[in-house]
């Protein structure tokens, strides 16, 4: 183990990680998760078809957040640590799913729908890729 890799005793900081970033992480990621949870009560509500349409819909409009935060944050500010800790890591991290993703895919496959469960596994990464590069572009408009 490299010396100083948990404390920073200069800094008071794990491995250069701050109290406050680690907050700003906890907060952005529970607000993520109650909109992720909110978003995927509400189209299951009105969808009921195979296609995991809630979680789709929630993976591709967070990279599209992703690509437009992360290319304003770099544009606007020289030090993103926080404000990316609070929405990119923490908000976004919270409101995405990949193991959703996964597991819906698994579940797709494992019921005989092989078909729906690779649109499922390669559509939402090309959605996703394709939605972040938007927000990127959007984010330079701006």
């Known amino acids: 183990m490299r010396r100083g890799f948990w404390k920073d005793s200069e800094r008071g900081t794990v491995d250069g990680v701050t109290g406050l970033t680690l907050l700003l992480v906890f907060l952005g990621g529970g607000a993520g998760a109650a909109c992720r949870y909110s978003i995927g009560r509400l189209v299951g509500r009105r969808y ?24 304003l944050l770099a544009r606007t500010y ?54 972040a590069g938007a927000g990127a572009g959007v984010a330079r408009l701006l």
């Open 48 to 71: 009921h078809g195979a296609f995991p349409l809630a979680t789709v819909a929630i993976n591709v409009s967070g990279c599209f957040v992703m690509g437009l935060l992360l290319t």
């Open 78 to 131: 020289h030090d993103v640590a926080l404000p990316s800790a609070l929405l990119a890591t923490g908000f976004l991290g919270g409101y995405t799913t990949f193991s959703t993703y996964a597991l819906e895919s698994v579940v797709l496959h494992a019921d005989s729908k092989a078909l729906l469960a690779l649109v499922n596994l390669v559509g939402s990464v090309a959605a996703g890729l394709l939605a």
